[in-house]
């Protein structure tokens, strides 16, 4: 079980811009910026907000029935806000230990035998850099 701690929108960013791909699950959650809703998390859900499969594209459709409920918005108008678990998973066996450090969280990833440590005042904020190092590595290699 996760306590619902995610990363920030900037961060997530980055972390899209870099190539982190969004399968989404229900428990997700994501924000749609730049559409007046950027403080606005929203949370997958089988009853509420879900992904649909169309033709032209997968979009998120807002099931609510509260008079502010949007209709969908497409996949690639949102940015994912991942979890720690979530972050942790996609460093796959690159990753080594979460730990508390001066900075308030480390995490450690060994890349090709080499151990790096990542610090952030977050675990989330820690494992996004630890994983935005690895994507930047795997582009330059």
């Keep these: 079980m996760h306590d619902g701690v995610v990363i920030s929108v900037k961060l997530a960013i980055r972390l899209r811009e870099a190539g982190v791909t969004w399968e989404p699950a229900p428990g997700d959650r ?26 032209r594209a997968t979009v998120i459709g807002f099931n609510g029935t509260t008079e502010w409920a949007l209709d969908d918005v497409e996949m690639d108008q949102t940015v994912w806000l991942p979890r720690e678990d979530q972050l942790r998973e996609l460093l796959g066996g690159t990753f080594r230990e979460l730990r508390r450090g001066p900075a308030g969280y480390e995490v450690v990833i060994d890349l090709l035998g080499e151990e790096r440590t990542f610090a952030a005042d977050t675990a989330e904020g820690a494992y996004a850099g630890a994983l935005l190092h690895l994507l930047a590595a795997a582009g330059a290699g």
């Design 30 to 55: 994501f924000v749609i910026p730049d559409r007046g809703l950027d403080d606005q998390t929203f949370v997958l859900s089988d009853m509420i907000v879900q992904v649909h499969e169309l033709p």
